[in-house]
């Protein structure tokens, strides 16, 4: 049960292209300031920031029509605020990594000779790494871990990340010796998340919209598990069948609706679904047999989810736009599982892993072109989450070595290893 969110900054486009309706650009008139004439950056103000933050470039021969320019931050896109022929205003996107800044007015474009730094350092990722006694959970920015805490004895895990204003939050849950309880950490500083009080909860996802958190998971009321979703600390629960378990897996908020995906039991076979606020919506499988849906995002309006099916003979991957499935190729015979999606530029992107008869091999689609990431070439590993930013595709989770499972990302099909104690096994649950 794994997430990944797609950026926030599609959102935010859209808010911003509307205003720019009304407002404009300001400098008067339409057109470049030198039409013809390629743009020079002579400098940029504050040289590092957060997610979010204004900077203001300085420079010649820029449009003052706005969608004449385009900013983007070591290639992750801006938004242009404002503009005249020597002034750009823009905001430091989300997923944005420390590199130089460049503008393009009209097809001509000039890259700033000093870099911008971004205050987190991308990609990030989270999930567990084994002392030998217990399970701590963490995240890592690049290759440098934080440890999070649970109760300090018992196993703890974090399941999910996202990143907000350079403010790294994380979700997942640990054990007090007798329950799970779900809970969410901004930064290091944990918060706990209702269940019943008496059974076990689990936080799977996370995402913030604004200054808001919004986590999704389950929690048992002993008889059955009930899928939930919490605004801050207030829970909303979310219908099954009302008989049967369900899980809530992944969530996204696009337009200030609330999106949450998992699966039910109908007390024959588990259906995947998503529900939007808390109105369910049912996915197809093969109609008999179990399915699932493991990561949800929202692109244009449109609800994208990744999970699986079986066929009875075999679990396929597949992804849903809105209702329709696309299965995802594996190797035809064996097992294939689809963890989680995100959509850029138009583009469904899918991670997940297959098994080829003797080991699992992790791997990602673009669309339904597969592309296998290495392990250690032996023995299984697994694909957990995706994230796209600009042109390149993050994946994460984790490979075995023959004696423990390492935490990884891949870079494309670069692979990096992550640490958790050298000793014991880690995993990587999601990658922002």
């Keep these: 049960m794994y997430n990944v969110r797609i950026s926030g900054i599609f959102r935010l486009c859209i808010v911003l292209s509307i205003i720019s309706l009304f407002v404009g650009c300001g400098g008067g008139g339409g057109g470049s300031a030198a039409t013809g004439s390629s743009p020079t950056i002579t400098n940029f103000t504050p040289t590092s920031g957060n997610v979010g933050d204004t900077v203001t470039i300085t420079g010649t021969n820029f449009s003052t029509t706005w969608a004449d320019n385009t900013v983007s931050f070591n290639g992750t896109a801006a938004v242009v605020y404002s503009c005249t022929s020597t002034r750009i205003v823009t905001a430091v996107p989300e997923r944005a990594t420390t590199g130089p800044i460049e503008v393009t007015v009209v097809?001509?474009?000039?890259?700033?000779?000093?870099?911008?730094?971004?205050?987190?350092?991308?990609?990030?990722?989270?999930?567990?790494?084994?002392?030998?006694?217990?399970?701590?959970?963490?995240?890592?920015?690049?290759?440098?871990?934080?440890?999070?805490?649970?109760?300090?004895?018992?196993?703890?895990?974090?399941?999910?990340?996202?990143?907000?204003?350079?403010?790294?939050?994380?979700?997942?849950y640990y054990s007090d010796g007798t329950k799970g309880i779900p809970c969410y950490w901004t930064g290091t500083l944990r918060t706990d998340l209702s269940g019943d009080g008496i059974h076990d909860g689990y936080a799977?996802?996370?995402?913030?919209?604004?200054?808001?958190?919004?986590?999704?998971?389950?929690?048992?009321?002993?008889?059955?598990?009930?899928?939930?979703?919490?605004?801050?600390?207030?829970?909303t629960d979310l219908p099954g069948d009302g008989t049967h378990w369900a899980h809530a897996s992944s969530i996204t908020v696009s337009g200030g609706t609330v999106y949450t995906a998992g699966s039910y039991s109908d007390g024959t076979k588990d259906i995947p679904c998503y529900w939007t606020g808390t109105t369910r919506t049912?996915?197809?499988?093969?109609?008999?047999?179990?399915?699932?849906?493991?990561?949800?995002?929202?692109?244009?309006?449109?609800?994208?989810?990744?999970?699986?099916?079986?066929?009875?003979?075999?679990?396929?991957?597949?992804?849903?736009?809105g209702t329709i499935?696309?299965?995802?190729?594996?190797?035809?015979?064996?097992?294939?599982y689809a963890s989680s999606i995100a959509v850029s530029g138009g583009t469904v992107y899918t991670a997940g892993y297959y098994s080829d008869g003797t080991k699992d091999i992790p791997c990602y689609w673009t669309g339904t072109l597969r592309t296998d990431l290495p392990g250690?070439?032996?023995?299984?590993?697994?694909?957990?989450?995706?994230?796209?930013?600009?042109?390149?595709?993050?994946?994460?989770?984790?490979?075995?070595?023959?004696?423990?499972?390492?935490?990884?990302?891949?870079?494309?099909?670069?692979?990096?290893d992550l640490v958790g104690d050298g000793t014991h096994d880690a995993q990587v649950y999601s990658v922002f």
């Excluded at 499935?325 to 294939?336: A, I, S």
């Design 107 to 172: 097809g001509n474009s000039v890259t700033s000779l000093t870099a911008f730094t971004a205050a987190v350092t991308l990609p990030a990722s989270a999930g567990y790494y084994s002392d030998g006694t217990k399970d701590i959970p963490c995240y890592w920015t690049r290759t440098l871990r934080t440890d999070l805490s649970g109760d300090g004895t018992h196993d703890a895990y974090a399941s999910s990340i996202d990143v907000s204003n350079s403010t790294i939050y994380t979700a997942g």
């Design 204 to 235: 799977n996802s996370i995402t913030v919209s604004g200054s808001t958190v919004y986590t999704a998971g389950y929690y048992s009321d002993g008889t059955k598990d009930v899928p939930r979703y919490w605004t801050g600390t207030t829970h």
């Design 325 to 336: 499935r696309t299965d995802l190729p594996g190797d035809g015979t064996h097992d294939g």
């Design 376 to 416: 250690d070439g032996i023995h299984s590993a697994q694909a957990s989450s995706i994230a796209v930013s600009g042109n390149t595709v993050y994946t994460a989770g984790s490979y075995s070595d023959g004696v423990k499972d390492i935490p990884c990302y891949w870079t494309g099909t670069t692979r990096t």
């Design 282 to 321: 049912d996915l197809p499988g093969d109609g008999t047999h179990d399915g699932y849906a493991n990561s949800i995002a929202v692109s244009g309006g449109t609800v994208y989810t990744a999970g699986y099916y079986s066929d009875g003979t075999k679990d396929i991957p597949c992804y849903w736009t």
